[in-house]
């Protein structure tokens, strides 16, 4: 008789998610609060702020490509899972000295930085870690523990703001210490499997020549992957939203909470049916499930509005985010893992700067409301694209390799 497969999971996905949800809790401590922060007390503008997450995020995405294609050559991804947590809790530091919109985008920029060097190996080495019959349930757990730090975090900056008087800096210094947890988890706990593959040369300059053996169908789960991202821009805007709407500055952080509680509580299930079921329903589905956020983010006239709106679209997150990386873990060989995970970050990573900058245009010229249309929108021409698809490949998306 198998084992239960939440039971099952191999220990290493166990830390990997541990080590995520320490990382959220700070990190989501600090976005909770941030765009509020520099907005009210840094005097940015709608636009400043977009830029500043659209091209945070796609130095993110650019480096992933860098960091997959070497821990493919080096055979290793735990050295670059450690460089990259590490620069995130040195960022961490940052954000409560700084006095200028310079000091945060230099510090959002390392924070990237360090994201862009540690999200693909991690995603790789999931899937490393787990048998192919696994890697939605996997991809689900590690997901839904990071997603708990992600709400975690909200909940404790609204316990602070209160405790501190709505005193914004002091409690963006408690974000400091769960990163520096994480990385001491992340030391002392994960491992690398034993792997046959390793590059000869793994110092010599890194060149993407290999990654033409990548087959179609990664290129369209890319693809897919991109346009998704293009009707999800920043969870910025789901704060901004709020703060327009009148939310107090202490409960501001709860939007994020709201969210992330239903991420959570989705992405494990989701992750099991679609080892079980497939994936071009959930897809589908999630993509329904966006379009709804968005209507009700556009017309609410109230935060609890917002904050169902938040709900939904953590409903949304939760139904595809894992399954999206199934989706390039299974369409990619093994020696090829770290560099398709980093191309596919590099395309969501370019479609959420474009995705960030329209959002941030959209609200500056045309008001709040123009941008979860335009979010909507997207969301309706990703699921019209997987729909045409399937009328033209008899009613598949690209198969897996498991």
Not at 333 to 355: K, M, Q, V
């Amino acid at each position: 008789m198998p084992r239960a497969p939440l039971i099952g999971l191999p220990p290493g996905i166990w830390a990997l998610g541990f080590v995520s949800l320490l990382m959220d809790v700070s990190s989501e401590l600090v976005h909770s609060l941030l765009p509020v922060f520099m907005v009210s007390v840094l005097g940015a503008g709608m636009i400043t702020i977009g830029l500043i997450e659209g091209v945070a995020e796609a130095t993110a995405a650019i480096i992933k490509v860098f960091s997959g294609v070497i821990s493919d050559r080096l055979g290793r991804r735990k050295p670059l899972l450690v460089l990259g947590y590490g620069l995130a809790a040195i960022a961490k530091l940052v954000f409560p000295l700084a006095t200028s919109i310079g000091w945060v985008f230099g510090a959002r920029f390392v924070d990237r930085v360090g994201k862009g060097i540690r999200v693909a190996p991690r995603d790789a080495l999931v899937a490393d870690i787990v048998p192919p019959r696994q890697r939605g349930a996997a991809y689900g757990l590690r997901q839904a523990l990071d997603s708990v730090g992600a709400f975690t975090g909200p909940l404790l900056a609204v316990a602070l703001m209160i405790g501190f008087a709505s005193d914004i800096r002091a409690v963006l210094w408690a974000a400091v210490a769960p990163a520096l947890f994480a990385v001491s988890l992340l030391v002392t706990v994960v491992r690398d499997p034993a792997t046959a593959h390793h590059d000869p040369d793994p110092l010599a300059p890194v060149s993407f020549v290999e990654a033409k053996r990548l087959e179609l169908r990664f290129w369209l789960v890319m693809l897919l992957g991109a346009v998704f991202t293009l009707a999800r821009f920043s969870e910025a805007f789901l704060v901004l939203r709020a703060h327009e709407l009148g939310l107090a500055l202490a409960y501001i952080p709860l939007i994020m909470v709201g969210m992330n509680v239903v991420y959570a509580a989705v992405a494990y299930p989701a992750g099991r049916l679609s080892d079980r079921y497939g994936h071009r329903k959930l897809l589908l589905f999630g993509l329904g499930i966006l379009v709804a956020a968005d209507g009700v983010l556009a017309w609410a006239v109230s935060p609890w509005q917002v904050f169902a709106g938040a709900m939904l679209w953590g409903l949304h997150m939760g139904l595809t985010q894992g399954l999206l990386n199934k989706l390039v873990a299974d369409t990619a060989p093994t020696h090829l893992r770290g560099t398709a995970f980093g191309i596919f970050n590099l395309a969501t990573g370019i479609a959420l700067l474009l995705a960030s900058v329209i959002a941030g245009l959209l609200w500056d010229r045309l008001g709040a409301p123009a941008t979860f249309l335009g979010g909507a929108a997207f969301a309706g021409l990703a699921a019209a694209g997987i729909l045409v698809y399937q009328m033209r490949r008899g009613g598949k998306l690209p198969e897996s390799r498991a």
